[in-house]
């Protein structure tokens, strides 16, 4: 995991020199090295603590208790979630941090992101499961609060920020919005995030990737077919009339994980023309994958 000076010092505070040691070391996974350089760092003296002691007691028998990662840890969580920053935590081409980052930039929220690597699994790390027990992306900390959830991310960033509105003022035209972003996020992602856990029990191995792929690009198509429907009724410009919505922010960055999928996209023309339309827009082009 990754340490830092708070911790540190949070854990001196808390429990003197020897106990620090032993709590640092399982922290690090044993890297003595790592635990001494780190120590230096922060100006303690460490050649007696690690002489004769370090060899047979660096690990922890027993998990850290929750107590006492809690003892550690809140200050490193406020420090990483103060009232005045906004950091998402978010990979460049995961469509929900997409959606998030498209609504930072639509509502001109400047933000930090912080790269969360899918395909090292770190969202499935100890560190970031505090973050968001699902150990999904994203996870955007702002006001001091930790969100998780894009669409619940969406809505508070919509409730606590009314300006560039994203949610149309007629209650018919809202229900349309939510009809599109509820079908995109609950009725297509979800089935297509390449994660390993779409794959069934007894999928050969060899096979699992080339399965998750199939298996998304169908979810996407069955998917696509509704979408187009519904934004065929209810579009102008863009998805739900001619204003930017809520269901714009989803079905771009949906797009994108179509194409990926490589899904023809020739049998959704008003996708295609929205989508198209959208990628004009600076709040889309800058937060585009391809640029995280
Ligand atoms: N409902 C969640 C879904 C989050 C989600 O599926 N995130 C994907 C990337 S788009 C992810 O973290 N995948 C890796 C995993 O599930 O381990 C949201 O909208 O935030």
Request: contains cysteine; neutral net charge; aromatic residues 8%.
């Amino acid at each position: 995991m990754y340490v830092d000076s708070d911790i540190i010092k949070n854990l001196q505070v808390k429990y003197g020199p020897m106990k620090q040691l032993k709590v640092l070391l399982h922290l690090l996974g044993g890297e003595k090295e790592v635990a001494r350089a780190k120590l230096v760092d922060e100006g303690v003296g460490v050649d007696r603590m690690f002489h004769g002691y370090v060899g047979d007691v660096f690990q922890l028998a027993e998990p850290i208790h929750p107590r006492v990662w809690k003892a550690i840890v809140p200050q490193k969580m406020a420090g990483a979630c103060k009232e005045d920053m906004v950091v998402l935590h978010g990979t460049g081409y995961s469509s929900c941090s997409w959606r998030v980052r498209i609504a930072l930039a639509l509502k001109g929220i400047p933000f930090k992101n912080v790269p969360v690597n899918l395909k090292t699994l770190s969202q499935k790390n100890e560190e970031f499961l505090r973050i968001n027990p699902m150990g999904q992306v994203p996870a955007l900390c702002i006001d001091g609060l930790v969100l998780t959830q894009s669409v619940a991310i969406l809505e508070y960033l919509e409730e606590s920020r009314p300006a560039h509105p994203l949610l149309p003022a007629g209650l018919r035209e809202r229900a349309l919005v939510r009809r599109i972003v509820e079908t995109i996020a609950s009725g297509i992602q979800p089935h297509q995030n390449f994660a390993g856990g779409t794959v069934p029990p007894g999928i050969p191995e060899k096979y699992k990737v080339a399965w998750e792929w199939e298996w998304g690009k169908m979810w996407i198509e069955k998917g696509f077919q509704g979408l187009e429907q519904m934004v065929k009724e209810s579009s102008g410009k863009y998805c739900v009339g001619d204003a930017i919505t809520l269901a714009d922010v989803c079905l771009v960055p949906q797009v994108y994980n179509a194409k990926v999928a490589k899904v023809d996209m020739t049998a959704y023309p008003t996708l295609v023309k929205v989508n198209d339309a959208l990628l004009e827009l600076d709040a889309f082009r800058d937060t585009h994958p391809s640029l995280y």
